[in-house]
């Protein structure tokens, strides 16, 4: 008996994990596999000698491998215990021409133009506190690479903070129509890697310290790619109520305080659908919020109850708009996913499928558009890959678009000699003209001077 168990085990067959794909809820797809059954024979196994020596080098490479991820653990922490030593010597802390590396101001609303050109630490505590939604990827590597949570205190940054401090407190000197044009709605478009995620990200963090609601989205690809999706037969649009649940849950975590003291101003019933995996709830098309609720009843109605999680958040684009006790900032990152085609196929005949534009997703639908009266900041990502975009974009102001710029001449010296005193490269060979021929290589891209900077060689 033991030895038919063993053979059968033996002969498996062979099993195909399917990716994660989205699913629609209106129907899904089977897929099968053809097995074949192999006949195994018993035989003596002998090893020829080019399958000896291929073994012999396969053992030699993988060994040769080990010792290189070894090396490099061992290296790595060595780099952090000195590191942790360098801390305790302020001198070590120098910028290009003597500056001060360091900004000695700890809040992001008293920097000023005179902290240009310098690190702001922080930490990550603190950081994961104020954006619980999530860090953006460009910030995380940066604090991978260098070993420190700090990021650059560039210009561009602090006129876009400046921009909307305008907004809600403007100068008196500014009070005629001479002073400088004021936009609610703006784009942050510019090459790869000129930082326009994370100029997003430190404008959320300045936001929250100065007490505002924000709705951030720091990966609005996600809300055309994966989960559930479902047409509403009511709407004519596509609802995605696993997104959905997950954007309530992530606005509830650091505006909560804020949302309890806002009360709906909407009192229309709010809409039921299929919610995800549970179907419709029978018997009811819609449910009605209690009088006195707040936006944070609101909020939390759309996380209990899956299917009516899409309506609570477009209910919720709503309700944003109606908010005048306290400043209101709608930030997504990765918005030009919202102007090309969705992962999601509908089924037109039984051989052919319909692609779905971001539009038609009901999320999307109701946050996409900047013709309105609100604050919301928009960030292109390169790294969604969705193409190049036209320059007049449906639902956006033409005068909407900021181009950052990349690093400049002075900011990259900064950023040189700050990879020098986090052990990224060595005195030995760091140079003005090395890190400056890593300048105009990169042509100021900040992902790649990273990348560059431990490769400097001495001159000959």
């Not at 080990?66 to 030593?85: I, N, P, T, Y």
């Not at 609005?220 to 959905?244: I, S, V, Y």
């Not at 709010?270 to 919610?275: D, F, R, T, V």
């Not at 639908?365 to 928009?378: E, Q, T, Y």
Request: net charge positive; glycine share 6%.
């Amino acid at each position: 008996m033991l030895r038919s168990i063993l053979r059968t085990s033996a002969s498996g067959t062979s099993s195909i994990k399917p990716s994660p794909i989205p699913i629609s809820l209106s129907w899904a797809q089977n897929y099968s596999s053809k097995n074949t059954n192999t006949n195994v024979t018993k035989g003596k196994q002998t090893k020829s000698k080019g399958d000896a020596k291929r073994s012999g080098a396969d053992e030699h490479s993988s060994s040769a491998g080990g010792k290189e991820v070894d090396k490099a653990l061992s290296d790595a922490q060595a780099r952090a215990r000195q590191l942790a030593a360098d801390e305790k010597d302020p001198s070590l802390d120098v910028g290009p021409n003597g500056r001060r590396l360091f900004t000695s101001t700890s809040s992001l609303s008293l920097l000023s133009h005179k902290d240009a050109c310098s690190y702001c630490k922080f930490s990550m505590k603190g950081l994961n506190a104020v954006l619980p939604e999530g860090l953006p990827e460009g910030m995380v590597k940066e604090f991978e690479d260098s070993l420190r949570p700090a990021l650059l205190v560039r210009p561009s940054f602090l006129d876009l903070r400046d921009h909307f401090r305008r907004i809600v407190d403007p100068p008196l000197r500014f009070t005629d129509e001479k002073g400088p044009k004021v936009r609610k709605q703006i784009v942050l478009d510019g090459p790869a890697s000129c930082g326009k995620s994370i100029a997003l990200a430190m404008l959320v963090h300045w936001a929250r310290d100065e007490g505002w609601l924000v709705f951030y989205v720091p990966r609005g690809r996600e809300w055309t790619h994966g989960g559930f999706f479902t047409k509403n037969p009511d709407t004519g649009l596509w609802d995605t109520p696993l997104q959905a649940t997950n954007v309530l849950k992530d606005f509830l975590k650091c505006n909560e305080s804020h949302l309890k003291q806002l009360p709906c101003q909407i009192d229309d019933p709010i809409p039921l659908s299929e919610g995800a995996g549970v179907g419709r709830l029978k018997d009811a098309d819609s449910m009605a919020m209690p009088e006195g609720s707040t936006l944070y009843d609101l909020v939390n109605t759309g996380i209990k109850y899956s299917q009516a999680a899409v309506a609570v958040v477009v209910r919720l684009r709503r309700e944003l708009s109606l908010v005048k006790s306290i400043p209101v900032l709608i930030a997504i990152d990765q918005y030009n996913s919202w102007f090309t085609f969705s992962e999601y196929e509908e089924a037109v005949t039984l051989r052919s499928r319909r692609p779905v534009h971001a539009r038609e997703v009901a999320m999307v639908n109701a946050f996409r558009s900047m013709m309105h009266d609100d604050m919301m900041v928009g960030a292109f990502s390169h790294s969604t890959a969705v193409g190049k975009l036209r320059k007049d974009l449906p639902d956006v102001p033409v005068d909407a678009r900021l181009n950052l710029p990349r690093y400049t001449l002075d900011e990259a010296a900064t950023v040189c000699h700050y990879y020098l005193r986090q052990r990224l490269v060595g005195h030995e060979v760091f140079s003005e003209e090395n890190w400056k021929k890593v300048y105009y290589l990169s042509n100021g891209n900040g992902a790649e001077m990273r990348g560059l900077v431990p490769f400097m060689r001495s001159s000959a």
